[in-house]
């Protein structure tokens, strides 16, 4: 147990389902106040009547990342039911597959702006409260793909995951005199519902591929984020975190 997080206000982006789930599960066991927020609200409301079973604590709202005003809105109304957001854990994201040769502008704007101006918007309506906390954290999800490695099929993605770092390190300068850390974790392949669809042989040969022989859990980002927002993470910003059973690493 992380006390420092206990009654926090969280917000999680893409909380509805996948990672952001794990972590909303993950922070809501940590005492926290959780607001998931996706488009689909009632997967968002099934996610907190499963999630509550275990914790309680966890809240839907609506909300769009690609739409500015939507995230000024959800920031508005978090605040307004617990009067405080401490922490923002921008992680909604979609990785919808394009050959290079064949990729639409629409196909690179719809991805780009999801996970790469999604953050931006997610964070910058998040700004004014962070800074009335005792402390704020951000929190971004990543991917290994992209910052670290390519991916075939998915240039706009590695593009938009790459550019959030560059997001996340300038915004922890320019928000480091107000106590806001700003830091990413990195996932490798992680077992979603999505990633369930792909087949038990397919995942077993992904498995396999990683260093560790296992596929990382929800959990696994949960967890890695939960560190980075607590009271004694708070030295650390403008950092990635790689969460991933030692994908990267050389044979
Ligand atoms: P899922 O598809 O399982 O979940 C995506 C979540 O994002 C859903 O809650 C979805 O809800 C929400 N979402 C999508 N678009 C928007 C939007 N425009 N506004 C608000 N919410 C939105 O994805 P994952 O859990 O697999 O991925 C989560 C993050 O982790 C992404 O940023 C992804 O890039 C990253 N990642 C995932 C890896 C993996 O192995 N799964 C590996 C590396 C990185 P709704 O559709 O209702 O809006």
Redo the contacts with the bound molecule.
Sequence with gaps: MYQSVKGKTVIV????????KGIASTFAKNGANVVV????LD??KACVSELAADNGNVYAVS????DRESMVEVAKEVFGKFGSIDVLCS?????PSANLEEMTNEDWDLVMN??AK?TFHAVQACIPYLKKAEYGRIII?????GPVTGYPGWSH?AAS?AAQLGFMRTAALELASENITVNAVL????L????EELGEEYLQEMAESIPMKKLGR?EDIGYAALFLATKEAGFITGQTVIVDGGQILPE
């Design positions: 982006t893409g909380g509805s389902k996948g990672i952001g927020v996706a488009r689909n997967t968002s909300g769009d990342v690609t992680n909604a994201g979609i990785f999801t996970n999604g999800t990543s991917s290994i793909t993605y995951k996932p490798g392949n992680i979603t519902e999505g990633l929800v």
